[in-house]
């Protein structure tokens, strides 16, 4: 199993750990020392991994941080530890921010077993930067900033490297923050830079108030017509392959995708993937695919309409996620969250293991059985 296997399965596993992390000591024991352990570090071997790590700062004697990651008698890495229920917006990483100031450690990591914030030292040597430049959350797992999460492993750990990196990724986080917050509600800096580029008339009040919800219609219409194209792009070859298959076994064809209205959003493409994500184990995630209609978009096996192993009801702003059982039979359950798809990993195991146990011989029902 190669690295984002592991850390995809250690994910899975939290999904079903986390009801029963209560304490900061478990956190450590069920969350932070697997994950460890997946960079390559023996936990078990203090001469690379020492717990209780001491901290002499200043006037400030026996201070510790939780682990320190060693190579060749020096910390590498620092990791300060929070329970699992701990909000690591709210938390500061104290022990880590006082230690960069009297070591030549480069690295350090808050973490609550969940979500792992890495900082460094790139705006002043040896004072540990505000902000992260690196965000891993287990829950939410994006496979780009895992091929980053790679360079800490214990075989490829290259300080240079990955403080070359590092700079590049924490303005780049910044970057795509303030996208986000312009997306949500635009700044009137940001009004202002497209209105004068399209209108030419005076800059009034109410020109003004026109153009923040022009500007912020025609974002994000921008956005979701980019992620849109390509996962129709992405998609195109595997519908026409499996619309060919169809033809032959039941006389049936896939409705061809259409420039009808349907855009698949950003949230619809991060449940596929955490679909996938869950499924990686059971069934090889290159034959799950994603269907989209108006009200709902399908993840099916095979990408075959006989085969839908959940429904992604995302289109209005309480999300459900449809079920199939054993008859097809569709149950709607409410979600609050895209990582509480996490919590029905059974049910999509089960899904599939009708499919890879029998061949259905009819298509699922359109009518949904909203969950009690």
Known sequence: ??????????????????????????????????????????????????????????????????????????????????????????????????????????VGVLTNGIVYKFYSDLEKSNKMDAKPFLEIDMLDIREPLLEELKRFRKESFVIEEILSSASELKYTKEIKRILEEELSSPSEEFVRFFTKHVYSGKMTKRVKEDFKDITHRAFKQFVNEKISDRLKSALEQEVDGAAQEIAVLGGENIEKEKDDGIITTEDEIEGFHIVRAILHETVDPERIALKDRKSYCNVLLDNNVRKPICRLHFDSKQKYVGFFDEKKAEEKIQIDKLSDIYKYTEKLEATIGYYEGNTPSEAPPEKSVLSS
């Open 1 to 106: 199993m190669d690295f984002i296997d592991q850390i995809k399965e250690l994910s899975c596993q939290m999904s079903t750990q986390l009801e029963h992390v209560e304490t900061e000591e478990a956190t450590k024991n069920a969350l932070i020392m697997p994950f460890i352990n997946i960079l390559g570090y023996n936990v078990f071997n203090p001469a690379e991994v020492v717990p209780e790590f001491t901290c002499d700062v200043g006037t400030k004697k026996g201070e510790k941080v939780d682990y320190a990651i060693m190579k060749d008698g020096n910390p590498i890495i620092l990791f300060e530890c929070k329970s699992a229920n701990s909000d690591l917006e709210k938390e500061h990483a104290s022990q880590l921010y006082r230690y960069f100031s009297v070591t030549e450690v480069q």
